[in-house]
């Protein structure tokens, strides 16, 4: 039975698993933390230090908290060490065979009643079960980056999941202050699903001459209210992550062309245009540089936004139709794990459902695309 004194493991000490670390030892647990590379869990480890020590500085944390969470991380010298742990949740390298590994070492290890959880972004948890002898202590706990302050976690029962671990998990990881959602073992879960034709269509409409990147981008800030425009989160995910994740979905979708990556964003990341991390995406980055201005054309604007929110809104009913999660779970995951201004149920209240449903059917028409078909769901919620 997981509780709050609960020893947690954590595999990867990268970019999210330095997050769930800080995390969990916040929350009063013990932590181990091991990556294969042994620097990198040094620099986690020191990173975690001064994340907290701004944190004091800032007034958000006592001293006291900050060296007791520090005191409660241990960077462990091999796996072995793990076999106190409750928990352990392995956040390594996107690559199947690397987790069933590491998975299949630490069934070795850790008691019966250890629950092994995955990170995994868009792997399928069922098969990384499926590598375990006993696959139903494994989930999919699936935390946004970065983890310690993205509030949504998706909790992902593979098919042979044991459900009694995953209410184990969810109402843990409930204590960290964190908001859960479930999801069925989908590509892309919930999020990154619903989220794809935010940048699909996007780029979709710049590659269509109908605008550029900076006017697309204005479009969804000024007339959607979203924090972020398209090309500008792109660049600030990383065009690498952002197209692998694209590019997983489609394929784990049998090529369902929705979820279609794109030949703009592919050469991106071919040519190293990662983004605001490599000093230049869809914009460059430079010192120098001058950021292009949007064409701000209401009428242009109005039009790329309903072209935009209409596929997210049919992304969000076929979520629902196919039951990979509830309602309210869709509407937690966009607010909480990607900012949307609002719900996207909720939205195609206040924009009229009709409305949304005329745009897809004109698209489609127009397109002759499988892309644009309207979920069965919305159809008939028109009726
Ligand atoms: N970065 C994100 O925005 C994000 C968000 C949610 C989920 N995820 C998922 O979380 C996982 C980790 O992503 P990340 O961005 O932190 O990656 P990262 O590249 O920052 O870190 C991965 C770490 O795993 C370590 N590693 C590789 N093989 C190992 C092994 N055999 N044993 C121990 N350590 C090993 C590497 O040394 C590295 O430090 C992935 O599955 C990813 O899909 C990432």
């Not at 092994?116 to 499926?130: D, F, G």
């Amino acid at each position: 039975m997981l509780h709050k004194n609960s020893c947690i493991g954590v595999i990867g000490a990268g970019t999210m698993g330095s997050g769930i670390v800080q995390l969990a030892a916040s929350f009063g647990h013990k932590v181990l933390l091991f990556d294969a590379n042994v620097a990198v869990a040094a620099q986690a480890v020191d990173r975690i230090g001064k994340s907290l020590e701004s944190l004091v500085q800032k007034g958000k944390i006592t001293d006291a908290i900050a060296k007791s969470t520090l005191s409660n991380i241990t960077n462990a010298k091999s796996i072995d060490e793990f076999a106190k742990c409750d928990l352990i949740i392995e956040a390594v390298i996107e690559e199947l065979s690397v987790k069933v590994e590491i998975l299949k070492k630490l069934e070795q290890i850790v008691s019966k009643e250890c629950v092994l959880a995955t990170n995994t972004s868009s792997l399928s948890v069922t098969s990384i079960a499926a590598a375990c002898a006993g696959s139903g202590r494994v989930v999919g706990i699936h935390f946004f980056n970065p983890a310690t302050i993205m509030p949504l976690v998706e909790l992902i029962p593979g098919i042979a999941s044991d459900m009694k671990v995953i209410e184990e998990s969810r109402a843990l990881i409930d204590s960290w202050n964190k908001v859960t959602v479930l999801a069925k073992d989908t590509p892309g879960f919930i999020v990154n699903r619903v989220a794809r034709s935010f940048y699909g269509e996007a780029i979709r409409i710049y590659e269509e001459g109908i605008a550029d990147f900076a006017t697309i981008d204005w479009a969804l800030k000024e007339i959607g209210g979203f924090k972020m425009g398209p090309f500008e989160l792109m660049d600030f995910i990383g065009n690498d992550v952002n197209f692998k994740v694209t590019e997983t979905v489609w394929t784990q979708m049998f090529f369902d062309s929705r979820y279609k990556p794109s030949l703009t964003q592919k050469r991106l990341y071919e040519a190293g245009f990662w983004g605001r991390k490599k000093g230049r995406g869809y914009y460059s980055y430079a010192d120098s540089a001058v950021m292009p201005e949007a064409k701000r054309d209401k009428d242009l604007g109005s039009a790329i936004f309903t072209r935009i929110i209409s596929m997210l809104i049919n992304e969000a009913y076929d979520t629902l139709y196919y039951k990979i999660a509830s309602k309210e779970d869709i509407e937690l995951a966009m607010t909480k794990g990607v900012n949307y201004p609002k719900g996207l149920f909720k939205w195609s209240e206040e924009i009229g459902l009709r409305k949304i449903h005329d745009e897809l059917t004109r698209l489609h028409a127009r397109y002759n695309e499988d892309r644009y078909r309207p979920s069965v769901l919305l159809s008939d919620s028109c009726k």
